[in-house]
């Protein structure tokens, strides 16, 4: 059984940073590109960031490029999201996602999904 379980969600203020981790089991995690969605109250699931296999690829929403930075850890099955500079826009539960086929994860076409962590910042 596949399982992504996400940590590392909380309450900032506003220029802060948060460290979000995600621990994968029960998958072959370097057969997996990973990602990072997010979703706010009355809006839809947006793409935030994914990384490639073997990390030689990473892409990020316009909305935190330059402000988050994903990687993982193959031998740790882990993938994160260095999340700075926050803003109270980027208020939401926070997801990650793997996908065998990199180029799916930005249309949100993934595989497996994590339950998801609060990310709450304040003004």
């Known amino acids: 059984q596949v399982q992504l379980v996400e940590s590392g969600g909380g309450l900032v203020q506003a220029g802060g940073s948060l460290r979000l981790s995600c621990a994968a089991s029960?998958?072959?995690?370097?057969?997996?590109?990973m990602g990072w969605f997010r979703q706010a109250p009355g809006k839809e699931r947006e793409f935030v960031a994914a990384i490639s296999r073997f990390s030689g690829t990473t892409v990020y929403a316009d909305s935190v490029k330059g402000r988050f930075i994903i990687s993982r850890t193959n031998y740790k099955n882990t993938v994160s999201l260095q999340m700075n500079n926050l803003k109270p826009e980027d208020t939401a539960v926070y997801y990650c996602?793997?996908?065998?086929?990199?180029?799916?994860?930005?249309?949100?076409?993934?595989?497996?999904w994590g339950q998801g962590t609060q990310v709450t910042v304040s003004s």
């Open positions: 029960g998958l072959t995690f370097s057969d997996y590109a």
């Open positions: 996602a793997a996908n065998r086929d990199a180029a799916g994860i930005p249309a949100g076409l993934c595989d497996y």
